[in-house]
């Protein structure tokens, strides 16, 4: 089982609609959640990071968190073309009861929102 | 200027042969890693580090080697480059020991071994 799982689409929403983007992730003792962005020949980008359970929302950005349940998601509303790229989740990990700061990602769901 | 500097951008290199992927970084971070992306699996961890001396190995350092040469500064090296070494490499940079900050990408460096 790999450590953080996103489906790896393609989702393709139309324009002005909400994407969802799902991910789990197995180890119970991770701490910190985040989303990157990342377009095509790009590095990733940073959008949204999550450390308690709950909904975070940062402008057209929302992060949900559920440890219990092992997940996170990402929603973007009002889905713009520009919205259109690879969504990777990373997860830190946990080392024998120290993170070092190491963050396991997904592989990432590509999004294309179609005008 | 980048906060996070990788160089070349791009090389090609014959297998065997030696390569250097160069990583600078102006953000004053003590942590940084490398990794490489290859289509449908994402980013791997290859090589971190906290200081100047504490280097640790990912999950697949097999085929590489990495220096940190100063707290600005850590390179990544293949001794004798072989075609599945063909990946996408980033340098990453973060600020918290739970990666509270998230990490700072460089631009990557696309390398293909022929």
């Known amino acids: 089982q790999k450590e953080v799982e996103q489906n790896s689409g393609p989702l393709s929403v139309p324009e002005g609609a909400i994407a969802s983007l799902n991910c789990t992730y197995s180890d119970r003792g991770s701490q910190s959640f985040f989303w990157y962005r990342q377009y095509s020949g790009k590095s990733p980008e940073l959008i949204m990071s999550i450390y308690s359970n709950g909904d975070k929302e940062d402008g057209r950005f929302t992060a949900q968190l559920n440890k219990a349940s092992q997940y996170v998601s990402l929603l973007i509303r009002d889905s713009q073309p520009s919205d259109s790229a690879t969504y990777l989740c990373a997860v830190n990990s946990i080392a024998g009861g120290t993170s070092y700061g190491k963050l396991t990602f997904g592989q990432g769901t590509i999004l294309t929102v179609h005008p | 200027d980048a906060d996070v500097t990788q160089t070349p951008r791009n090389r090609i290199t014959k297998t065997g042969k030696r390569i250097m992927l160069e990583c600078s970084q102006t953000k004053g971070h003590d942590r940084m890693y490398w990794y490489r992306q290859d289509p449908g699996l994402g980013l791997r961890l290859i090589y971190y580090s906290f200081d100047v001396k504490d280097i640790n190995k990912g999950e697949i350092s097999d085929g590489y080697s990495v220096s940190r040469q100063a707290q600005a500064k850590f390179s990544l090296s293949l001794e004798s480059a072989i075609p599945n070494q063909t990946a996408l490499y980033f340098c990453?940079?973060?600020?918290?020991?739970?990666?509270?900050?998230?990490?700072?990408f460089g631009s990557g460096t696309r390398l293909t071994v022929v």
């Open positions: 990453a940079t973060s600020a918290g020991d739970r990666g509270d900050y998230g990490y700072t």
